[in-house]
């Protein structure tokens, strides 16, 4: 005969020996993996952006923070940027803070090896690039005389909104070609998603047309990437090809300017495919929501 059914008393006592072995496992092995449980997040992550002290103001400001996370100065050799990223060589990458970096705008920070770093802000990137090249380069003058007029633009980036549902975004296809799934992007910044959430085309045709009604919001000066506000207040990256901002606009030719009202059909930009792929590079062109994070793409 089965004992517990004679001492069913023993069922408490073994639930209270259990209970101890599961919690002194489970407190062994969160305390020494440091696994994140509720009320043991890391702190630094919800810290707020303002509570990094700041002599400036504006995209200075900003610039000022994403030097100090970069480790400093000295710490970065080169800054470059294209349509939504800050490309840097850095000295001593295990310096770089991408928690501070977060805390002060950055959408996402990415070490892509060696001493490359690259950093994601968003369509206002060249502003906070040129006062990063301000303060390394001590141009104190054009510094101080950019805070006391106080015309500097409020140092923002692309906010993602969360909406209750998925959003499928309907979209006229922006250049004839075969469509690829984000993930297959050939750069980890667009292929995880740390951009946005979109798709991609492999292209075949040379003209980018505006995917729907909208604005120009920004067109990069190299002609390799443009961004649009449409009327529905979505907010989209066209970037063609993968590390084009290296063609310095060679082969690229922009057909609008920011602030343009554009039709769905409308030409935006035009490039030399062969010339994208003679030089080495990829010429598939992500198409990115860069403020819901919940949108899904797709093209009629």
Known sequence: ?????????????????????????????????????????????????????????????????????????????????????????????AKVDEHALKRAG?????????????VVYGLNVQFVKDAMDDLISGRTARIEAAQAAGDLPTATTTTATTTATARVLTL?????????????????????????????????????????????????????????ALDDGTELLIHIGIDTVGLKGDGFETLVKTGDKVSAGTPLIRFDVDKIRSAGLSAVTPVIVLNDENATVSFD
């Not at 517990?4 to 407190?27: C, H, S």
């Not at 103001?57 to 030097?67: D, L, P, V």
């Not at 920070?109 to 690259?118: E, L, R, W």
Request: charge should be negative.
């Open 172 to 228: 006229r296809q922006p250049i004839a070609g075969t469509v690829v799934p984000l993930a297959e992007v050939p750069d980890p910044m667009f292929a995880q998603g740390t951009m946005g959430p979109g798709i991609a085309v492999d292209p075949t045709g040379d003209t980018i047309v505006a995917p729907a009604d909208g604005t120009v919001a920004s067109v990069f000066p190299t002609g390799h990437a443009i961004g649009l």
């Open 1 to 93: 005969m089965n004992p517990l059914a004679q001492n069913p008393w023993i069922l408490l006592l073994m639930g209270v020996a259990w209970f101890f072995i599961y919690f002194f496992t489970f407190y062994f092995l969160i305390k020494r993996f440091n696994l994140k449980t509720p009320g043991r997040e890391d702190e630094i992550d919800t810290q707020d952006a303002d509570n990094i002290e700041t002599s400036l103001t504006g995209y200075h400001g900003t610039a000022e923070k994403f030097i100090a996370a970069l480790g400093g100065k000295d710490n970065i050799l080169d800054v470059d940027n294209c349509a939504t990223r800050l490309r840097m060589e850095i000295a001593d990458t």
């Open 106 to 118: 950055a959408a996402g920070t990415i070490k892509a090896g060696g001493h490359s770093v690259q």
